[in-house]
């Protein structure tokens, strides 16, 4: 992933000292419960869906802007997560948590960048349309790009390039409903 030695080294400490803080809360039902819900809300996109929903549950412009925003965030997010996992393809890291309580859906493709937390911060910034809907939104996002870390689905590191891959994108978004009067 990282482009010299000395990169490769600065994410290998990010990551080893993020997997040390994380170690003292692994194996806890609380937190566990907790990464694996806010995974599972992540999942496909789920939680987006919803708050899209209720975004346009009346007829207009406002309707007309979260479908455009969700309808961009999932086909560019995917794109683009799909092409920078083909290029890259980073090992994910050993040892995924296995929860007996609430099932996880396995990754199935490379670690960088996480795709759930890419996704969540494309339309984390492309969907809400105030300030403080904006500021909500990102903080759910990082609760995701957390819940993956915890769950040993992805490197710290893998979460940090979606989540700046993913904001990019969103911010691409916006300019872009901008441009067609939907903001």
Avoid at 53 to 75: I, Q
Wanted: with cysteine.
């Amino acid at each position: 992933m990282p482009g010299s030695d000395e990169d490769g080294r600065m994410f290998d400490r990010i990551d080893k000292a993020a997997d040390t803080f994380f170690d003292g809360y692994r194996g806890r039902r609380g937190p566990d419960a907790a990464a694996a819900a806010l995974s599972n809300l992540a999942d496909y996109g789920i939680v987006w869906v919803v708050l899209a929903g209720g975004k346009g549950r009346r007829r207009g412009d406002a309707r007309r802007r979260a479908a455009e925003a969700l309808t961009y965030s999932g086909v560019v997010s995917f794109a683009v997560n799909k092409v920078v996992k083909a290029v890259v393809q980073r090992e994910r890291p050993d040892n995924s948590l296995q929860l007996g309580s609430v099932p996880v859906r396995a990754p199935s493709s490379s670690s960088f960048p996480s795709g759930h937390t890419l996704a969540a911060f494309s339309t984390a910034v492309v969907l809400p349309t105030t300030p403080a809907g904006t500021a909500a939104c990102v903080a759910f996002a990082s609760t995701v790009a957390i819940s993956r870390v915890h769950l040993r689905h992805h490197h710290a590191s893998d979460v940090l390039g979606g989540a700046a891959i993913g904001a990019a994108l969103g911010l691409v978004g916006r300019q872009l409903l901008r441009r067609r009067g939907r903001e």
